[in-house]
Every structure is written in C-alpha cells, then in structure tokens.
C-alpha cells in the first residue's frame, strides 16, 4: 500500500464500515461499562513502529474500530456523570460526520463561504438561545477554556487602551498588572487563560465569603475603591462544577458599572440554565456582562471542540485576534476574510454544522426540554441520596449537579475523606457509572452532573446503588 492516491475506491466502503460499526455500538451505549479496563490490552494493537508500508485504508479502519468501540470511555452514554459532558445529540453526530465529509476549512470565507455562513447563523441562534438582545455577537472556540481566553483577550485589550496603548501592536511591557477580581467559584480554565495571555494565573484576586467559594462583594467593592478608579476586569461564574452554584450577577454587573470595570462571565455550563423559566433567575444579568464564555460540547449536546464567547461589542474582536498581513491572506476588513480574523484559532474545522444541525432539530423547546429533564432527574437524584441512610447530600441543587458523599453511621470524621476518595476510585475503576471526587467544605465528596441527553432514572438509581455497594467496599478496605 502508498499513496491514497490508490486507495480512491476505498472511500465509501470504509465509510460503510464506520456505519456498520456505529448501529451496534449506539445501540449498546445505554448498558455497555463507562469504562472496561479488561479491554485495556487491545490499545497495545495501535502502537508499534511507525509503518513503512501501510496497511491500507480497509485494515487501518477497522483496527482503529475494533480497538476503539471496545475501549473507548462510553462519556457518550448516560452514565458519565465526572466533569459535565454531554453526549452528541442524533443530528449533531450525523452533522460531524458532514464536517469530514466536507473538510471545510473555517478560517476565512475565501476558504469557505458555506463554513462562515454556517457560523454566522450558528452564533446568532446561541445568541438568541442564552436571551442575548440583537448585536452581540462572538466567536466558536475550542473549548469554554479558549472562549474564556477569547473573553479576557479582548478584556485585555479594552484595559490597555485605557492606558493609551494597543496591546495587539506593543504587548504588556511597560503596563500596570492587569487588576483581575472574582470570587471562589472561578475556573481553573480562566486561571489557565490568563497565564496564556501573559496576566499570569497567580493574578487573580479572588474574594470570598465562605468555605465553599460565595464572593465577597463588599471585598470586591473595597478592592476597587482601593484602586481608585483603575480600570479592572471582573470574572463572574455562572454554574461551578462541585454543586452548580452561580455567582449573583446581578449584583456583579452593578459592581462592574458602578466601577466601570469589564465583566466577563464563564457560563460554560450554567449559561443554558437561561433556557428554562425554572433556571433562568440563575442567569439573570449575565446580559450585562461585555463577554461571556461557554461551551456547546457540554448540555448543548454536540460533539466536542464547541466552546462558544460572546461579546457585546464585536467590533473588538477583529483588533484583538486579527492576523498580520501575509500578502496571500484576507486582511481585517476585507469581503474575503471571516472568523479565523476574530477568534483565537486561524484554520479550523467547520464547528459550527454539528450545533447548527442540532438547534435545527431540536429547537429552542427542544433543549428547554432537555435542561429541564435533567434538573428534575438531579432533585430525583437528591432525593433517592437524601432517602438512603448512608448517604449525605452536601450542597442544594440549583441546575444539575448534586454533591453528596457516602456516609454510614459507624464512620467518623477523619475516616469519611479517605474512605470517599477510594470511593472515587473504585468507581472509575468498576465502570458500570462515573462519577469523580471533589473536596466540598473541605469534605471529599462526589458531585455527579448530569448532563447528557440519553440519562434516565434508572440510569441515577443504578448510580446510587453502586456508590453504595462501592462505599461499604472502600468503608471495609479502611
Ligand atoms: C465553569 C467552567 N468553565 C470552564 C470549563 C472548561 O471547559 P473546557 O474543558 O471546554 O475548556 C469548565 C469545564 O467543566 C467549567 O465547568
């Protein structure tokens, strides 16, 4: 075997055999192990020398199958409930398999008029999805992490000009440090964006007011006062991940306009609590923030590397992420150019099509449907932990994550960390559910989020009931 210049013909049956893979491994998602570490021998077959002669098209499809269907994480089922991770939705998964077919490249519309069109639509309906007024608008990212780096980016740069400098031009040299305020439930991603914007992640003053991360604003309100009418950027989080909790934004953008500082709000899961009337007081205010961060690969249900920012003024993102003239590329303002222009990737695949397909199918009730499913299955799930005697629920359950640990009457204390922590690792290692630690309260605890389209109830009982039969097991272990 060469060049696939030979292999032309071998296109569509290896397509066929992706198809015929994908009806058996769809249909056992619901039963099959999260994780199955028996099969963890089989990725010895992917490694190897590099080879010289390659096996061809056929043969390197269908080891790349066998090895992964058995393998893979099934995070695309219902019973991955570590981090927050949806699965893809039917016509999110149909649609990435057109952005490969397509191979478009969303740079820019001289390589794609279709892949911008796409995103420009894809933009304005998360715009309108989330209640954003007209005008916003914003980039598709990789991740929340690069939409909260996209966020700070231009954060960065409206803080430099109050200094009279173009931080794309001239850099960081010669500046103040960047004030950047929040409270306890900021992200690590938010950190990580700004050690890559150069702020550095030890940056952030974080105020609080409790052990589980509430911010302090009266703190924050000092902090600015000190600075005296120093321009600042103010992080705010919509939905943290051990209990879903919200920072009041309400009141942060009355802090952020009484000082006149920048608001970037991480929403990377919590701003689809906007969908429903039941949730939507959590999002309240997120429509005065200047950027927002979040990610349609999460409770959007669409495949992964489909972060999203969104901006009030747009106009800011060309400055911030414009390329350089090469004298063969589109510069800013020119008819051929498009979002690689203003976000912080350059060749991209067309992201867009997968939630594109899967707002079309679905709609604005569709997933208002889904939002509010899985709050009623996290207050079931609450409710069966509240029920079961060797179990503490931790935290109130505002969205979609519940925070509890195992906790039988004949442990105390000091044990209940060390016994929870083996919990979580039982858990990742047994497979049948998954679900991580955390430490809440300074308490190890897990913090199931429930987050994918195909979880039921049955699939939350089973949760409860191997935290149980694992807990006794990590309990008698010691
Ligand atoms: C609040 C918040 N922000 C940011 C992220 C980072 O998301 P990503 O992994 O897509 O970068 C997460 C991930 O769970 C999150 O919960």
Redesign the pocket.
Known sequence: MGDPLYEQAETLPALRQVVDAAGPYLDTLPERLVYDRAAEPLLGELSGPLPDQGAGTKAAVETLLRVGTATATASAGPRFYH??IGGSTPAALAADWIVSLLDQNAFVRASSRFADAVETVTLDWLRELVGLPRGWGGALT???????LTGLALATHWWAERYGVDVAAAGLAGLPRMPVLSGG?V????RKALQMLGHGKDTIEVFTSDGIGRIDLAGVRRRLAELGGAPAVLIG?????NAGEFDPLCELADVAAESGAWLHV?????LFAALSPRTAHLTAGVERADSI?A?A??WLNVP?ES?FALVREPERLGPAFGMPGAAYLPGPDDPRGGYGLLGPESSRRARALPIWASLAAYGRTGYRELVERHCDLAAHLAAVVDAAPDLERLAEVPLNVVCFRYRPADLAEPELDHVNRRLGELLLDDGRVFAGTTVYRGRAALRPAISNWRTTAADLDLLVDVVRELGARAAREG
């Open positions: 981090f927050v990789a991740s929340a992490t690069f939409a909260n439930y992200h690590p991603s938010a989080t919509a939905g943290e991940p991480d929403g990377a899961f919590g961060a990610d690969h999460k992964y972060g």
